[in-house]
């Protein structure tokens, strides 16, 4: 069945879902950036929205917020990530299952910090809301865990920042120290300008924190000021050098389970499931019936976080 879509957020992860929606048998109804947005009832054409916004430097000429006066039936919200409040993306989300529309989110915030408040909205609401693409990109483990049923489920852990996990690798890789590999990471766009929500935690620890909320199924509500954080720039050289001797290598690992969150650098095994490289994912799920669970990949990138997107559009059809 093809469902209409409202799309918020012009970057990687909106633009993407923009491209690939015809591919998934959707049409983009209305698309909007931080200052403009454009509509159309029969379905945009995403090389002339690129275009516009490479020529002029918006989308359209309309408001963004009027995506919400558009006949759309899901909102793609795929804004910046934002902490405490959550805003905009909460009231994106808000005004969206107000009017009985589903929604579908990349961004992590109102999933992270307004968990509660987020599936109070839904319970109000004929929409309904999947967040899939908010932890681990292309990687399915919200879904699995859904197959599985949260109660089955008793620990999550593992690699969910590829940043992180790139400085990490090559570091241990070629004997080099933090700040030698981040500026080579930050040249090769795998790293931003400024880094910090990737290197000090920040992003692993919101991922984390969804994952708790889930597994907790209502039993509790965790926020990102409940985790335990630590980054990598504290990580020296020489410390991978002596774990390499025990044959083991340092990630940074975290782990969601009855007990809370926790985000930190750890030693783990060299060739075991948890040692990924460069920037890939890797999520272990204990389960009480099945034992431990692998699910690895890409975990970030806007074509595989709009797959992500898009698979959750298609649960709601």
Do not use: C, W
């Not at 919400?68 to 934002?82: C, K, S």
């Not at 902490?83 to 992590?108: I, Q, T, W």
């Not at 389960?287 to 431990?292: F, L, P, V």
Request: hydrophobic letters at 40%; zero cysteines.
């Amino acid at each position: 069945m093809s469902l209409k879509l409202a799309i918020l957020g012009a970057g990687a992860v909106g633009g993407s879902v923009l491209d690939l929606a015809d591919d998934y048998g959707h049409d983009v109804v209305a698309f909007a950036d931080s200052s403009s947005s454009v509509s159309d009832p029969a379905g945009l054409d995403p090389g002339s929205v690129h275009a516009r916004k490479e020529r002029d430097g918006v989308v359209g000429d309309d408001d963004p917020h009027a995506v919400f006066d558009t006949d759309y039936e899901v909102l793609i919200e795929a804004t910046p990530t934002t902490l405490g409040d959550a805003e905009p993306g909460f009231s994106h989300v808000k005004r969206a299952l107000a009017d009985d529309r589903h929604v579908v989110l990349a961004n992590k915030g109102p999933v992270a910090e307004r968990y509660g408040d987020l599936r109070a909205l839904e319970a109000e609401s004929a929409g309904t809301v999947q967040f899939e693409a908010a932890v681990g990109g292309a990687i399915p483990v919200l879904s699995t865990i859904s197959d599985l049923g949260p109660s089955h489920v008793t620990a999550a852990r593992g690699v969910l920042n590829g940043t992180a996990n790139f400085i990490l690798s090559r570091m241990a890789a070629e004997g080099l120290d933090y700040e030698h590999v981040l500026a080579e990471a930050q040249d090769l766009g795998v790293a931003e300008t400024d880094p910090s929500f990737d290197v000090d935690g920040i992003d692993a620890a919101l991922k984390f924190v969804i994952l708790a909320n889930v597994l907790s199924d209502g039993d509790a509500e965790y926020r990102l000021d409940d985790a335990d954080v630590e980054g990598i720039r504290n990580v020296p050289g020489s410390a991978l050098d002596l774990a390499a001797e025990d044959g083991r290598t340092v990630r940074l690992i975290g782990e969601a389970t009855s007990s809370g969150v926790r985000v930190a650098p750890r030693l783990v095994p060299q060739g075991s499931a948890l040692s990924v490289t460069g920037t890939q994912n890797i999520v272990q799920l204990e389960t009480t019936h099945a034992g431990q669970l692998n699910i690895s990949g890409r975990g970030a990138g806007g074509p595989e976080t709009a797959t992500a997107v898009l698979s959750d559009v298609s649960r709601l059809e």
